[in-house]
């Protein structure tokens, strides 16, 4: 993993310099709006297992990738919020959009209030950050809380697929609008109140939502399963 903490190093030496010009929510930066990047390729639903077998739409890092390796399923750190039992499939489209197993799967994400851990005012910890190995059926599973928002963007979850030391593909995973309006009515959530960035207006996934949503099911009050697959060709 030497040359992805290079790149991460490097990105996170000039997001700390640009947090000391500008703080965002709960003392983090406030990104810069991001420059997408897409593939191209025929929107599919985040979820769909069988029909149309296309590659992801790659997004931006964001300026909030993290500086170390934490293998390790469950993120959370004792960080409050609506849990949410996360699993992701990743599929070769080179090969039908078969299994694709043993890729180091990463996601990050910020909290209920807004913050990244390893940045601003929380640089020490390293809360909801994590990376899985897919298994035989191209899976990782995640145990984390339902992500807060900062200004400017929808709700959503950064995710890093690597072979080796290899990127295969960044993206970001888009949750429902309903979804996300009742788990912010709620618990720690409730404070700050709902997100003012709707999927539809974010730049990130204006032209590409269909193929980064997550398929959400459960309660708010009890807790959220979310499903999201990743087309990469390998």
């Given amino acids: 993993m030497k040359k992805?903490?290079?790149r991460r190093e490097a990105i996170g030496l000039l997001t700390s310099a640009g947090a000391a010009l500008a703080l965002g929510c709960g003392g983090n930066a406030t990104p810069t709006s991001?420059?997408?990047?897409?593939?191209g390729a025929t929107p599919t639903t985040g979820t769909t297992t069988s029909g149309a077998c296309a590659v992801t739409p790659s997004e931006t890092v964001g300026p909030y990738p993290s500086l170390t390796d934490l293998f390790r399923s469950d993120i959370r750190e004792s960080e409050p919020g609506t849990p949410v039992t996360l699993t992701i499939t990743v599929v070769n489209t080179n090969s039908g959009c078969a299994p694709a197993a043993g890729l180091n799967v990463?996601?990050?994400q910020c909290d209920a209030d807004g913050n990244y851990s390893q940045y601003g005012t929380t640089r020490s910890a390293t809360f909801l950050r994590g990376i899985q190995t897919t298994d035989?059926?191209?899976r990782v599973t995640f145990t984390t809380v339902y992500p807060g928002w900062y200004?400017?963007?929808a709700t959503h979850i950064?995710?890093?697929v690597l072979r080796s030391n290899t990127s295969l593909k960044v993206t970001q995973i888009a949750f429902p609008?309903?979804?996300t309006a009742a788990v912010y009515a709620t618990g720690v959530y409730a404070p700050r109140g709902p997100n003012p960035t709707s999927n539809t207006r974010d730049g990130i996934f204006a032209d590409s939502l269909n193929a980064e949503m997550a398929a959400v099911s459960g309660d708010p009050a009890t807790g959220l399963s979310a499903t999201f697959q990743i087309g990469v060709p390998v």
């Fill in 4 to 6: 992805k903490m290079a």
């Fill in 34 to 39: 991001p420059t997408q990047t897409t593939t």
């Fill in 106 to 108: 990463e996601i990050w």
């Fill in 136 to 138: 035989a059926n191209g």
């Fill in 151 to 153: 200004q400017g963007r």
């Fill in 158 to 160: 950064h995710v890093e």
């Fill in 177 to 179: 609008e309903a979804t």
